[in-house]
């Protein structure tokens, strides 16, 4: 079965500093990544998606980046965080089924810049 | 423009009763619908889907309804149980199958 990791699970951050955020899948080969944030009180914004390795679309312009240095592994960074982007930061992996794709999401990093 | 809306940020029900969250929609080619459910701190999971093709689908207590005219879906939680109180997001997926969410609604359930 597929699993999905996140880690860490929470954060906090001082602002101006660096961020890494790790997320893997296990169990599928060339899984579709994403990357959202939920806001405090917002909806789901998706930040990145990854159909390959070294492939990444950026939905949002930001101060983050996103990276897949390997098949199932994404990265989400930053070089100098804002106190915007504290936030709850999912990580997704999809499969398409008769043309429909479902998102797996994994549990999760709760980010706090102060 | 935000192509999937939920306009009701919070819904509060009394146990026992139907829990109906909504959904709209702008872009017509989306084919696929979904729902998904997220408890604080988690990641949501996948609840239940609808392709264009049909207008209802059921799975328990929940069904989904489709009305592509009014470019409208809901979901239905029968009975509604404290359980499910949850965020729910509404998805819609084209057919590149890429999913648009919603910004999810809140659903109260009080014994």
């Known amino acids: 079965s597929q699993t999905i990791h996140q880690w860490p699970a929470t954060l906090v951050q001082p602002v101006g500093s660096p961020l890494s955020l790790e997320c893997t899948v296990e169990g599928t080969s060339n899984p579709n990544l994403y990357w959202y944030r939920q806001a405090a009180g917002r909806g789901l914004q998706l930040l990145f998606y990854?159909?390959?390795?070294?492939?990444i679309s950026s939905e949002v312009p930001q101060n983050l980046s996103a990276s897949r240095p390997q098949d199932r592994q994404f990265i989400l960074s930053s070089k100098k965080l804002l106190l915007s982007d504290s936030g709850f930061y999912l990580c997704?992996?999809?499969?398409?089924?008769?043309?429909?794709?479902?998102?797996?999401f994994g549990p999760g990093t709760r980010l706090l810049v102060l | 423009d935000q192509q999937v809306k939920q306009n009701s940020p919070s819904l509060s029900v009394q146990e026992g009763r139907i829990s109906i969250l909504n959904c709209d929609y702008t872009?017509?080619?989306?084919?696929?619908f979904l729902w998904y459910k997220k408890y604080p701190a988690e990641g949501p999971t996948f609840l239940i889907s609808i392709s264009s093709i049909k207008d209802k689908n059921e799975d328990g207590r929940f069904t989904v309804f489709l009305n592509k005219s009014a470019k409208h879906l809901s979901l239905h939680i029968v009975p509604s149980q404290p359980g499910d109180s949850a965020v729910y997001f509404c998805?819609?997926?084209?057919?590149?199958?890429?999913?648009?969410f919603g910004d999810g609604t809140t659903l109260t359930v009080k014994p």
């Open positions: 998805a819609a997926s084209d057919n590149a199958g890429k999913s648009t």
């Open positions: 872009n017509s080619m989306f084919d696929y």
């Open positions: 990854s159909v390959g390795i070294g492939q």
């Open positions: 997704a992996w999809s499969v398409h089924t008769g043309g429909v794709e479902t998102q797996y």
